[in-house]
């Protein structure tokens, strides 16, 4: 199975936050990103946060590590429909420089 | 600046060509890699390099081959296309310092 992994489809509508979920196996991940990825296009990096914190927001994002768990979300506050992407997880491990990602998650937004 | 450029945006290959994708990039980063993004897999490791003259297997290296003689080039070449190939290319740079540039991507069809 994989390392990292995500549920593959949320469906929220427009002004309600969305959450995100992602879980990981390797304890010694050092920092955990979120990337968004819109049809046809490449990845695009939202936020990313450092093992040894806990939160971190910017703007509408919202992100949370629970390091005991191995749990990582990403909240959306007020999503709009150009919020609708897949969103990936990835991890990057003390052994290297290399990201592990997750399967991606499809965020619909319904207006 | 440029960023990562990868070429072609798309190709379609028949079964048993060969062909190279070819990616640059423009930041001085030490370290380059290809991922595959398939549907429900997320992206998987290719190759890496963590610097000139320096590569290594990913995730899924079978059929794919690299080299990295400069620090800006990271060609990922297919050396006898096959069907199972069909993917979405991406190619990465980054640093310690710096995180991950994506590229647009690469849209291969192997007939």
């Known amino acids: 199975g994989e390392d990292v992994e995500q549920s593959l489809f949320l469906s929220v509508r427009e002004g309600d936050s969305s959450v995100i979920n992602c879980t990981y196996t390797d304890s010694s991940s050092t920092y955990l990103y979120w990337y968004k990825q819109e049809p046809g296009a490449g990845l695009q990096l939202l936020t990313y946060?450092?093992?040894?914190?806990d939160m971190k927001q910017d703007q509408r994002l919202t992100v949370l590590l629970n390091k005991k768990d191995k749990h990582l979300s990403l909240r959306i506050a007020d999503t709009q429909t150009g919020d609708s992407a897949i969103y990936f997880c990835?991890?990057?491990?003390?052994?290297?420089?290399?990201?592990?990602f997750g399967g991606g998650t499809r965020l619909m937004v319904k207006p | 600046n440029a960023g990562v450029t990868q070429t072609p945006k798309f190709q379609v290959l028949k079964t048993g060509q060969s062909m190279t994708l070819q990616c640059a990039q423009d930041m001085n980063h030490e370290y380059m890699s290809w991922y595959r993004q398939d549907p429900g897999m997320g992206l998987r490791l290719i190759h890496y390099?963590?610097?000139?003259?320096?590569?290594d297997q990913g995730e899924v290296p079978n059929g794919y081959n690299v080299s990295r003689s400069t620090t800006e080039d990271f060609p990922l070449r297919l050396l006898s296309a096959a069907p199972s190939q069909t993917s979405v290319y991406f190619c990465?740079?980054?640093?310690?310092?710096?995180?991950?540039?994506f590229g647009s991507g690469t849209r291969l069809t192997v007939v």
């Open positions: 990835a991890e990057i491990r003390n052994a290297g420089n290399m990201l592990t």
């Open positions: 946060i450092f093992s040894n914190m």
């Open positions: 990465a740079s980054s640093s310690v310092n710096y995180g991950y540039t």
């Open positions: 390099s963590v610097g000139a003259g320096i590569t």
